[in-house]
Structure formats: C-alpha cells, structure tokens
Nanobody, 112 residues
C-alpha cells in the first residue's frame, strides 16, 4: 500500500504560480496529478515515469505546468505557472498508472 500526501495548494491571482508537492510512502513506477473542478469530471494534468523520468501532460497545461521528481525522497512536484481561473480545482496526487492510490487532495483557487 502506498500513501500519498499532497501539499502546496492555496489561493492566487490569475497569472500567478503555485507549487504542489506529493510525498509517497513507497516507490511507484508512475506518479501523477489529476484535478477536479466543481461539476466537472476528474482529468489528468501531468504524470512522470519515476524510473525513466519520462513526463506526460495529457491536458492543455503543457508549457505552463511542469512535473518534476525527487527520487531520493519519493516526492513529485507540480510547478504551475501563469495560472488562470480555469485552473481552479481540487488537485490530487495518484499512483501508479492507472491509479490505485490517491492522496486526499489540495485545493487550488485562482481568482481573476
């Protein structure tokens, strides 16, 4: 069993940045970030293959969001830049692919 703990959410104005972190209690092959806005389905945001370092951005955030990893500490970060109100959502860390484990979520709110 892998436990995932997110941190780093908060409120920011449009155009600002936030950095989310996810600490895993064990080693997983993939770690990723999903988000869910009110009234919308959960969507994938970014993922990283922890062994090889390959990164994936399934949505429309590539170029603004950057996923990175600290393998020594089983931590994955999501650097979010040029945030817009459309990025407002609960962000979840998940592992592996497809996810079996989910974090509790961290709220990101972007005001206009």
């Amino acid at each position: 069993q892998v436990q995932l703990v997110e941190s780093g959410g908060g409120s920011v104005q449009a155009g600002g940045s936030l950095r989310l972190s996810c600490a895993a209690s064990g080693v997983t092959s993939y770690m990723g970030w999903f988000r869910q806005a009110p009234g919308k389905e959960r969507e994938g945001v970014a993922a990283v293959y922890t062994a090889g370092g390959d990164k994936y951005y399934p949505g429309a955030v590539e170029g603004r969001f950057i996923i990175s990893q600290d393998n020594a500490k089983n931590i994955v970060h999501l650097q979010m830049n040029r945030l817009t109100p459309e990025d407002t959502a609960m962000y979840y860390c998940a592992a592996p692919c497809p996810p079996n484990y989910w974090g509790q979520g961290t709220q990101v709110t972007v005001s206009a």
